[in-house]
Antibody, heavy 122, light 106 residues
Framework: QLQLVQSGAEVRKPGSSVKVSCKAS????????ITWVRQAPGQGLEWMGG????????DYAQRFQGRVTLTADESTSTAYMLLSSLTSEDTAVYYC???????????????WGSGTTVTVSS | DIQMTQSPSILPASVGDRVTITCRAS??????LAWYQQKPGKAPKLLIF???SLRSEVPSRFSGSGSGTEFTLTISSLQPDDFATYYC?????????FGQGTKLEI
């Protein structure tokens, strides 16, 4: 049974960057998509983007374009999310999730990591 | 971007109740809709994809319906474990967006 194990909580100062990792255990993510979704305190869910590890191709929500970079290392079954130019509004729990393609060529998230809390504070 | 609007935002209910949550899309998304359940401090869990396809390990008291712009999630007989927040999410095109959530509470 695939599990996604995320890296630990991070505290960053405004203007800096954070890199969160997501390691697959008990399975591989090579034939799937790894997506990233964040949730600010007391708020809803926000899709940030997704990467297809086998191809290294990625898509991003427009509002994160230029600030987020998704990468994946197939040899270690680990995906990474790098978010730069942090502000206090980036304080959130960041989830990675495996996604499966549906018939329309888009995808839904079926296995989620437990989340990584990122706090941005001066 | 496609806007997803859920109603109600809060739904008081009791064990054994039949409840329905509605999700409306700002444009036609065919059947490309998923429903997730989230409990406090936990990651979301997939319940339903393609509007009405139940994930294999999800109890059959959960069901989804709809197409186009209007969708519903129904729980036929609420169990104590079902009190949580529910989100719909479209995957018709990028960016995928979620509804604001419906909190099911006693």
């Amino acid at each position: 049974q695939l599990q996604l194990v995320q890296s630990g909580a991070e505290v960053r100062k405004p203007g800096s960057s954070v890199k969160v990792s997501c390691k697959a255990s008990g399975g591989t993510f090579s034939n799937y998509i790894i997506t990233w979704v964040r949730q600010a305190p007391g708020q809803g869910l926000e899709w940030m983007g997704g990467i297809v590890p086998v191809f290294g191709t990625s898509d991003y929500a427009q509002r994160f374009q230029g600030r987020v970079t998704l990468t994946a290392d197939e040899s270690t079954s680990t995906a990474y999310m790098l978010l730069s130019s942090l502000t206090s509004e980036d304080t959130a729990v960041y989830y990675c999730a495996r996604a499966q393609y549906d018939d329309n060529g888009d995808y839904f998230m079926d296995v989620w990591g437990s989340g990584t809390t990122v706090t941005v504070s001066s | 971007d496609i806007q997803m609007t859920q109603s109600p935002s809060i739904l008081p209910a009791s064990v054994g109740d039949r409840v329905t949550i509605t999700c409306r899309a700002s444009q036609n998304i065919s059947r490309w809709l998923a429903w997730y359940q989230q409990k406090p401090g936990k990651a979301p869990k997939l319940l339903i994809f393609r509007a009405s396809s139940l994930r294999s390990e999800v109890p059959s008291r959960f069901s989804g319906s709809g197409s186009g712009t209007e969708f519903t999630l129904t729980i036929s007989s609420l169990q104590p474990d079902d009190f949580a927040t529910y989100y719909c999410q479209h995957y018709n095109n990028f960016p995928y967006t979620f509804g604001q959530g419906t909190k099911l509470e006693i």
